[in-house]
């Protein structure tokens, strides 16, 4: 009965931090798109290119832009052929990392927020601050080669 009872509370509270912290919610949301799109790679395959998304300046103007190929990166990711997700966009590997690491660090600044209710301030300025070097660092590529289709 007590044991239950712990737990409910326990349940409560974490519910209550969730419901009122910000930071929470959003780590919470990001978390969970992170992970529909690593659901999107790992169902969609690349062989039966089943993709329910379309290339909209492929269909428009028949050349691939940037982007053309990150689906097939991504499900050939997930799926461990490394090389042939390269082979569909060289900047595949560098973006999926930066997903798979913002869906840890999601998870790790969360329980850490939760634990060190004290320093929140500082641990939302970090978690910014390494978000945005993550970012820039695996999506540069990406955008130079944005800038240069241009």
Known sequence: MILSR???DSAAYLK???SDEPYLKVNLILAGVIFLIFVYS???SPERNNYPVVCIHEKLTGQPCASCGLSHSFSLIV???ISEAYIWNA???RIFIFFAGQFLMRIFFSFFYLKNAGISRELIIYDSAVSFMLFIVCFLPLIKSIFLFL
């Open 6 to 8: 712990q737990k409910s």
């Open 16 to 18: 209550h931090w969730i």
């Open 42 to 44: 790992g169902i969609f």
């Open 79 to 81: 799926r461990g052929r």
């Open 91 to 93: 900047n595949g590997l």
